[in-house]
């Protein structure tokens, strides 16, 4: 088996007799003919994809949870597990923190700090306020945990509606999609935690985002394509929201793109799972799919079968 860095091999520590795991970052011809689990390289998986043509792997193990584009480039035959448990808390963590800067004003604070100016100001609490979770995944759970001791007033909307039970949040509504119109309005901050697929392309668009109340903030961080680019951009313009993104439909943002210069927007370089909390969840990921394979059991996350 292949990961792509020193420090992931590092991180996964000793291994059962037998294991023979290699460092491989694809720039380099296959170390095997037969490789039973390959770690791809964690940026840019999609595009890498190809180097694997005419080898035998048992899983391409993936370092994102998102694999966008991965079934057009995927080799036939192959299968390929996302990394689902890896991401979840530290993007929760950036979701969060982005809320508590947008509420708080902090991106005005850290101008007026380079300015050498003291500019107080009254700001807009998180606690209290009405947050809806578009999404009720890893993500969305991730984050409910993690807003609960903020004392928020928490709703969400996932595929299907239920009533969740989560261990130290207590009792959550989660409505289905079809519900999302009727509850916008009286959302305060609106989280987008959702992949992208064709359901989910534009989910917020022009009119959808018309829906949401005056000053409400919308946090993206899902997938970019959730949300209509020019649309956000008109909104954010006449003032009619706010909003904090992590992703984007175009990456990296390009110079002179209009969502630099929008107000009331917060933008961080897709960064969600970009944290210290990667590497040893993907090696725990890592080590577990490596147990059940000598166990005989099929391996976790599997979301593109062999075809």
């Known amino acids: 088996m292949t990961v792509p ?14 294991v023979d795991l290699r460092v491989w970052d694809f720039r380099s011809p ?30 391409v193990q993936g370092q994102s949870i ?8 995927l080799p036939p035959g192959l299968r390929f597990a996302n990394a689902a448990s890896v991401h979840e808390a530290s993007t929760a963590e950036l ?22 100016e003291w500019a107080p100001v009254f700001a807009e609490s998180l606690a209290d306020r009405r947050v809806l979770l578009v999404g009720f995944g890893g993500v969305g759970t991730a984050i409910a945990r993690r807003l609960a001791p903020f004392e928020v ?3 969400a909307v996932a595929r299907s509606a239920r009533t969740e039970q989560l261990e130290g949040v207590g009792e959550i509504a ?17 989280v987008l935690s959702l992949p992208s697929s064709d359901s989910t392309h534009h989910l917020f668009d022009g009119e959808r985002i018309a829906r949401m109340a005056k000053g409400a903030l919308l946090v993206n961080v899902g997938r970019g394509p959730l949300i209509d680019t020019d649309a956000l951009v008109a909104a954010l313009n006449a003032d009619a929201i706010r909003a904090a993104s992590d992703v984007f439909e175009e ?21 969600g799972g970009a944290s210290t909390a990667m590497n040893p969840r993907m090696a725990r990921l890592v080590r577990r799919q490596i147990e059940r394979m000598l166990a005989g059991e099929p391996p976790l996350n599997v979301v593109l079968p062999a075809s």
């Open 5 to 18: 860095t020193e420090r992931l091999a590092e991180n996964i520590g000793p291994l059962p007799d037998g």
């Open 153 to 155: 007033q928490m709703t």
């Open 66 to 73: 998102g694999y966008d584009g991965v079934a057009d480039t």
């Open 251 to 271: 990456e990296p943002l390009p110079a002179g793109h209009p969502l630099w210069s929008a107000p009331n927007l917060l933008i961080t370089p897709h960064g």
């Open 174 to 190: 989660v409505h289905s999609m079809d519900e999302l119109d009727a509850l916008l309005p009286d959302a305060e901050i609106v």
């Open 30 to 59: 296959a170390p095997a003919e037969r490789l039973d689990i390959v770690v791809p390289p964690y940026m840019g998986t999609a595009g890498s994809l190809d180097v694997l043509e005419g080898i035998e792997v048992g899983l």
């Open 95 to 116: 979701a969060v923190g982005m809320m508590i800067a947008a509420q708080r004003q902090l991106p005005r604070f850290v101008q007026a700090q380079e300015r050498g």
